[in-house]
């Protein structure tokens, strides 16, 4: 098939991008930044530029386009989650319908509609309800949380001997490594009954800060510096971050903390999915092994680069100049 991928250099974006290329497919990617996009050319992908939030753009992206496939969503450097999660998303939604494109794939939030209060939680609800009115045949997958986002949250700091911080809430979340996400993403495409639905896409275990802080510990053989922040202060900022334009989008990212306030597992069941898609949930990888496996390949890097810096003082001693002479 030939596939558009939207959100194309992102975490997950691009581990669809990459799948897609792998399994035979056209891949052409919509990009604001060609450079930052290189990557995905050398994969063999095709780059055009434009912006969902430029409707005129849009129309040349699509041409000969069979599968949409939308794993966009703001960027931190965004001045407005509203503006490309949904202005954007309907631009691209009309731009589809427009161009006869019948397959729409939307990647959107687990339990989206139970916080009407949370900008991007919202909008990501409202786009699933804009699009099943579309008369496309969608599929809308819902993930909750990236193993990749872990590395930098959890294991790194722990590493470096810097602090963790963690909001004063605990809430167990799902997280699932994009490349089974990815992978659940391309088969979507071969199984005809997975249109006009809505899928669960999370990982075997809710996990809290917590204990995913305790694996690294165990797996790192190192202490965590643990440092809680309260909600009521991320609270706070969020409305000192309301009052300028230039941080709506830090304000709605702010907004996160009323998920974390409920509680409430992010967690789904997701057995009917993988019969719905003839996988094996076996195959899907865990959090335990996901850390097992980068803590195995950085320990080893750290102990390569310490022989080397063992090797090059010893190789400096010899060479020393110094020696006693009889006067």
Same mark, same amino acid.
């Given at each position: 098939?030939?596939?558009?991928?939207?959100? #194309?250099?992102?975490?997950?974006?691009?581990?669809?991008?990459?799948?897609?290329?792998?399994?035979?497919?056209?891949?052409?990617?919509?990009?604001?930044?060609?450079?930052?996009?290189?990557?995905?050319?050398?994969?063999?992908?095709?780059? &055009?530029?434009?912006?969902?939030?430029?409707?005129?753009?849009?129309?040349?992206?699509?041409?000969?386009?069979?599968?949409?496939?939308?794993?966009?969503?703001?960027?931190?450097?965004?001045?407005?989650?509203?503006? /490309?999660?949904?202005?954007?998303?309907?631009?691209?939604?009309? #731009?589809?319908?427009?161009?006869?494109?019948?397959?729409?794939?939307?990647?959107?939030?687990?339990?989206?509609?139970?916080?009407?209060?949370?900008?991007?939680?919202?909008?990501?609800?409202?786009?699933?309800?804009?699009?099943?009115?579309?008369?496309?045949?969608?599929?809308?997958?819902?993930?909750?949380?990236?193993?990749?986002?872990?590395?930098?949250?959890?294991?790194?700091?722990?590493?470096?001997?810097?602090?963790?911080?963690?909001?004063?809430?605990?809430?167990?979340?799902?997280?699932?490594?994009?490349?089974?996400?990815?992978?659940?993403?391309?088969?979507?495409?071969? &199984?005809?009954?997975?249109?006009?639905?809505?899928?669960?896409?999370?990982?075997?275990?809710?996990?809290?800060?917590?204990?995913?802080?305790? *694996?690294?510990?165990?797996?790192?053989?190192?202490?965590?510096?643990?440092?809680? /922040?309260?909600? #009521?202060?991320?609270?706070?900022?969020?409305?000192?971050?309301?009052?300028?334009?230039?941080?709506?989008?830090?304000?709605?990212?702010?907004?996160?903390?009323?998920? *974390?306030?409920?509680?409430?597992?992010?967690?789904?069941?997701?057995?009917?999915?993988?019969?719905?898609?003839? *996988?094996?949930?076996?195959?899907?990888?865990?959090?335990?092994?996901?850390?097992?496996?980068?803590?195995?390949?950085?320990?080893?890097?750290?102990?390569?680069?310490?022989?080397?810096?063992?090797?090059?003082?010893?190789?400096?001693?010899?060479?020393?100049?110094?020696?006693?002479?009889?006067?």
């Amino acid at each position: 098939m030939k596939l558009l991928i939207i959100g #194309a250099t992102g975490t997950l974006g691009r581990q669809i991008a990459r799948f897609a290329l792998d399994q035979g497919h056209q891949v052409r990617c919509l990009v604001r930044s060609q450079r930052k996009a290189s990557f995905l050319k050398e994969w063999g992908a095709e780059l &055009v530029g434009g912006d969902i939030c430029q409707s005129d753009t849009l129309p040349p992206v699509l041409e000969d386009i069979e599968v949409v496939i939308d794993a966009a969503t703001a960027r931190p450097t965004d001045l407005s989650i509203k503006q /490309v999660d949904w202005e954007g998303k309907v631009n691209l939604i009309k #731009a589809v319908k427009d161009a006869g494109i019948d397959r729409y794939i939307f990647v959107s939030l687990l339990n989206a509609e139970k916080y009407p209060n949370v900008p991007l939680m919202d909008i990501k609800r409202c786009t699933e309800q804009y699009l099943a009115e579309s008369g496309l045949n969608y599929t809308i997958l819902r993930p909750c949380g990236f193993m990749q986002g872990l590395i930098n949250q959890y294991a790194v700091p722990i590493l470096d001997n810097q602090p963790v911080w963690i909001s004063g809430e605990s809430t167990p979340i799902a997280y699932m490594d994009t490349q089974d996400i990815a992978k659940l993403t391309l088969r979507v495409l071969e &199984v005809p009954e997975t249109q006009k639905q809505t899928l669960p896409v999370v990982g075997p275990k809710a996990w809290k800060p917590e204990e995913i802080i305790a *694996l690294c510990e165990k797996l790192s053989d190192r202490e965590a510096k643990i440092s809680r /922040v309260p909600l #009521a202060l991320l609270r706070f900022m969020r409305k000192i971050t309301r009052l300028f334009q230039w941080t709506y989008n830090i304000s709605d990212r702010l907004a996160f903390t009323e998920v *974390l306030a409920t509680g409430q597992p992010l967690d789904a069941p997701m057995e009917e999915v993988y019969q719905l898609l003839g *996988l094996d949930p076996k195959q899907t990888t865990t959090l335990e092994s996901y850390l097992q496996d980068y803590y195995t390949r950085i320990m080893k890097k750290l102990k390569e680069l310490d022989y080397e810096k063992q090797q090059k003082e010893a190789k400096k001693k010899k060479r020393s100049p110094f020696k006693s002479k009889n006067v």
